[in-house]
């Protein structure tokens, strides 16, 4: 998984001789002098029922006050006296950003943050997962280091030092594992997590700092522009493997896969031109269909939810540039509500690169948050399935690979082949509700009279903006494969992929409660939506 570069922390110079982190390592437990991190905090003097929440002095160094700054493999010999009272230390995907650290037998996180370039208010966004189910009013909290005005008229001067805060977690066993930190709704650290076995609870933890007067800053400080005394405040570099994301709403979906290696992969040449449709793995489920190679079908993307309990896959989606997704307008509604509900972007978290949506062992996988949906505006959520077609804006560009490339936008000028693909991790022929790897299956699209003749019910479901496809014979898109693509091949451009329809719905199969694979499936059609989609995102159907 690609983890979205962090800002680096610049910090002021100090002198180790005043201030000293102990890093407690196996055997030796050798001091390991961070001093520029010891002179970003001092320990709060009242408070101590809280842990002792560590205050920033800009003057006052630390002097009678040692914190222990915890990494995975120190805490493994890592004990002050007693009984250990917190659970293992998790690693921090972005350790030039966040830090567990021990005070008192209690552990705490310590966040950097660097200020927005140009902005009035600073919104700080941090999520956690708890690997335990967890009920309770109080989910831990933000603490600034600094007295706000203070911080504001620092900031004002054009001192561009990061921010310190303070995580409190509202439990100490276990831990929580950080997901994501986002300023002002960019993302500037983000993970997904192992899988684990059990439930496990979701905390976001907010703070708001608004300033009267709009704070601008130069271009920002380069480790060049530091003084020579001053010291980079890092850990050491954790692995950036990929890991596994929760997809229901109260436990992970932990499956037995073929054990698998990943090797890093090195993108074409033609990835440079921006060339749609066309992937790198040439080998080519749905119910009843074919497991796919990795990169086979780049433009596949995941959209999860996030809830009060976690994550949920949630629909399929197609990318069509490095900014857009595409998918069926009712994939972006709330499932329990009949009213026009759209779900919050900042709810929506979009996989690119993604092949096992239940084992996150593969590399190159890109998480992207939402900053916009655009449903289009005759849909109607709850009351007719006609223009069942969104469209959701990236809040950052995605980076074109291996295993993340564009489908082109169908072209009507274009002859093409019969039949057309579906790919998707829905309901399987096993009857599991969604499958570990994307599956493919080949539909023919018929006639409109054809769909109509062959149940009465499509009289009610279909119109002049869907089309049919499907073979009646088993299968076909199934619950959990909404939203994605219905890729065509144009005859004069073989290997190069179009994107006809989304999966939109199905008849419902009145025994299994499901999609009934024995009748056509209803797609929304692309073709009768090519300007509006063109309008939005600004991508030209004939690129």
């Not at 922390?9 to 961070?34: D, F, G, M, Y």
């Not at 905090?41 to 040692?66: C, D, H, I, Y």
């Amino acid at each position: 998984m690609t983890i979205p570069k962090t800002h680096r922390a610049s910090v002021s110079s100090c002198r180790a001789s005043t201030a000293t982190i102990i890093r407690r390592k196996e055997q030796n437990n050798k001091q390991c002098p961070l001093c520029a991190l010891a002179s970003a905090f001092r320990p709060k003097t009242s408070a101590a029922a809280q842990g002792a929440v560590l205050r920033r002095e800009s003057v006052k160094m630390w002097k009678n006050n040692k914190y222990v700054l915890l990494t995975t493999e120190s805490m493994k010999h890592t004990h002050r006296g007693g009984r250990q009272q917190y659970g293992p230390i998790p690693a921090s995907p972005c350790p030039r950003l966040f830090y567990y650290y021990l005070d008192n037998s209690q552990v705490f996180g310590a966040l950097f943050i660097p200020p927005p370039q140009d902005s009035t208010q600073i919104r700080v966004m941090v999520r956690f997962l708890i690997p335990v189910y967890f009920n309770s009013k109080y989910v831990g909290r933000i603490d600034l280091k600094d007295d706000k005005d203070f911080l504001i008229s620092r900031l004002l001067q054009g001192n561009r030092q990061p921010i310190y805060y303070s995580v409190h977690f509202p439990l100490q066993n276990p831990l929580p594992i950080l997901l994501e930190v986002s300023v002002n709704d960019e993302t500037l650290c983000q993970q997904v997590p192992e899988a684990i076995t059990g439930g496990y609870t979701t905390i976001t933890l907010t703070h708001m700092l608004t300033s009267p007067t709009r704070i601008t800053f130069a271009p920002s400080v380069t480790d060049s522009d530091l003084p020579e005394s001053a010291i980079r405040v890092q850990a050491e570099e954790q692995p950036q493997e990929p890991q596994r994301p929760p997809v229901s709403s109260n436990k992970f979906f932990v499956t037995k896969q073929p054990a698998h290696t990943t090797k890093k992969e090195t993108a074409p040449q033609s990835f440079l031109k921006d060339d749609c449709g066309i992937p790198v793995a040439t080998n080519q489920l749905v119910v009843n269909g074919n497991s796919l190679r990795r990169g086979s079908w780049p433009w596949l993307a995941a959209i999860f939810v996030t809830t009060g309990t976690g994550q949920r896959f949630q629909c399929g989606a197609t990318l069509i540039s490095k900014q857009h997704v595409i998918t069926a307008a009712h994939c972006v509604h709330n499932v329990e509500s009949q009213k026009q509900k759209l779900i919050e972007p900042r709810s929506i978290v979009i996989y690119l690169g993604k092949h096992y949506l239940l084992d996150f062992t593969e590399s190159s996988v890109q998480a992207k948050g939402v900053s916009l949906v655009k449903v289009h505006p005759k849909y109607r959520h709850g009351v007719s399935s006609d223009n069942d077609l969104a469209v959701l804006v990236l809040s950052s560009p995605a980076e074109y690979s291996f295993t993340v490339q564009p489908a082109c936008l169908f072209n009507s000028r274009l002859e093409y082949e019969d039949d057309g693909k579906v790919i998707g991790w829905g309901r399987d022929e096993n009857g599991n509700q969604v499958s570990s790897e994307p599956k493919l299956v080949s539909l023919p699209i018929v006639s409109q009279e054809e769909c109509l003749r062959s149940h009465r019910n499509f009289y009610y479901i279909t119109s002049n903006t869907t089309f049919c496809a499907g073979k009646r014979d088993g299968s076909g898109p199934c619950n959990g494969d909404s939203g994605g693509g219905f890729y065509s091949q144009a005859i004069r451009s073989p290997g190069q992929w179009f994107l006809r329809g989304m999966v939109s719905l199905s008849l419902q199969d009145s025994t299994t409660a499901s999609c009934d694979p024995k009748n056509y499936f209803v797609f929304t059609d692309l073709s009768k939506f090519a300007d509006w989609v063109s309008r939005e995102t600004g991508v030209a159907v004939n690129r």
